[in-house]
Every structure is written in structure tokens, then in C-alpha cells.
């Protein structure tokens, strides 16, 4: 089945202890971007990635990394976590020149 | 700066009822998609529309792009309609990078 496949799904964690959240795609593409939910915000784009070794910021970089060492994987890295982290993470994809984005299931993270 | 806003915020309606959901944008844009988040957090595509109207099934949309708003249209309501409805964007000068709206949070009553 085609699909983003984000881990943890839920996570609690304190602050300034370093996370990484996985995204995994098995569509082949080229594009992969990674959204933080908030109430009343909508969702932000944090990075996105046009292809391996391709990164850009998004709209709301700050206290986030992000890697793209394969063409299947783009994990998003808190190296210190802080309380207004805590969020719904959302990691999507896409094929190169195409419209519609395909979202894994979210990631909740509570940072105390 | 790009705005997409997205109205009403809530809306409450009884099973059966007809709603339309807008979303003004406030530049041109090479695309626009309709998604529903479900009360699990699951974000689903409804359409691909940066013009025109498509349907599918009870729900609907619009979108006239020299005017900068698009509308999803729900018939009949369900309880499983329920949810939040976001309309996200991408404007041309902006690479391609989808903007979303608040949303619109559904609630349909049995």
C-alpha cells in the first residue's frame, strides 16, 4: 500500500531531550515536506526537501533539523526540545511536478 | 503578506442539513486543495481544485480563481462529515509550497 509512515505516533518527552520523529515513504518521490499543527493556526510548513541532500526552511524552521540522506526518509530532529514544540507533526510527499500531497497519520508531541 | 482565510471557524449543523465552506485567498494561485481531518487526526485529500467545480459524492467544490475563493460544498450531512476542513494553497511566486488556512471545524449532530 502507498504510504508515509510517521513513528511515534504519540510521544511525551521533557525539555532538552533530543527526538527524532521518522518518515518513511514507499512511493518513490521526490518531494517531502514536514507541517506542525497548532489550534487556530492551521499547519505550518517547518522543511520541506526537493530530493537527497535537498533541504530548505519552511515558514517555522526555529529548533528544528531535518536530513535527507536517502530518497525515502526525511526524519525531523529536536536536538532540544522545548514546551512550545508541542504539537501535531505531520510528514507529507509528493512525485516531482505533482499537486497533490500525501500526508502520513501524525506525530502528537508533548514536550514538559 | 499571503493570506488564506477560511470561513465560518465552526459550524454546527443537525444530520441532513446542507453546508458550504469558503475559503478566500489573496493572490493567484497554481493550486488549491479541500482536505478533512478527521476527529483521529487523519488528514484526507477531498479535491484538487485551483479552478472549476468537481464533485464527488455529496460533497462538492468551487473554485473561481480570478475572484481568489474556492467554497466545498457538503449535502446531506453525516455524522462521519464531522471533523475540520482545511483549503490549502500554493501561490505562484511562492515555489509551489502549500499554505493552509485556520480550517473550518465540523460538527454534525445525529
Known amino acids: 500500500e502507498a504510504q508515509v509512515t510517521q513513528n511515534p505516533r504519540y510521544l511525551i518527552t521533557v525539555t532538552g531531550k533530543k527526538l527524532t520523529v521518522t518518515c518513511s515513504q514507499n512511493?518513490?518521490?521526490?518531494?517531502m515536506s514536514w507541517y506542525r499543527q497548532d489550534p487556530g493556526l492551521g499547519l505550518r510548513q517547518i522543511y520541506y526537501?526537493?530530493?537527497?541532500?535537498?533541504?530548505d526552511k519552511g515558514d517555522v524552521p526555529e529548533g528544528y533539523k531535518v536530513s535527507r540522506k536517502e530518497k525515502r526518509n526525511f526524519p525531523l530532529i529536536l536536538e532540544s526540545p522545548s514546551p512550545n514544540q508541542t504539537s501535531l507533526y505531520f510528514c507529507?510527499?509528493?512525485?516531482?511536478?505533482?499537486?497533490?500531497?500525501?500526508f502520513g497519520a501524525g506525530s502528537r508531541l508533548t514536550v514538559l | 503578506g499571503i493570506q488564506v482565510e477560511q470561513s465560518p471557524p465552526d459550524l454546527i449543523l443537525q444530520e441532513g442539513a446542507n453546508s458550504t465552506l469558503r475559503c478566500n485567498f489573496s493572490?493567484?494561485?497554481?493550486?488549491l486543495q479541500w482536505f478533512h481531518q478527521n476527529p483521529w487526526g487523519q488528514l484526507i485529500n477531498l479535491f484538487y481544485?485551483?479552478?472549476g467545480t468537481k464533485q464527488n459524492g455529496r460533497l462538492s467544490a468551487t473554485t473561481v480563481a480570478t475572484e481568489r475563493y474556492s467554497l466545498l460544498y457538503i449535502s446531506s450531512s453525516q455524522t462521519t462529515d464531522s471533523g475540520v476542513y482545511f483549503c490549502?494553497?500554493?501561490?505562484?511566486?511562492?515555489?509551489?509550497?502549500?499554505?493552509f488556512g485556520q480550517g473550518t471545524e465540523l460538527s454534525v449532530k445525529p
Open positions: 507529507a510527499s509528493r512525485k516531482s511536478g505533482a499537486n497533490v500531497l500525501t
Open positions: 512511493m518513490n518521490h521526490e518531494y
Open positions: 526537501s526537493m530530493n537527497v541532500e535537498v533541504t
Open positions: 493572490d493567484s494561485v497554481n493550486n
Open positions: 481544485i485551483p479552478s
Open positions: 490549502a494553497v500554493a501561490f505562484y511566486n511562492q515555489g509551489g509550497k502549500l499554505i
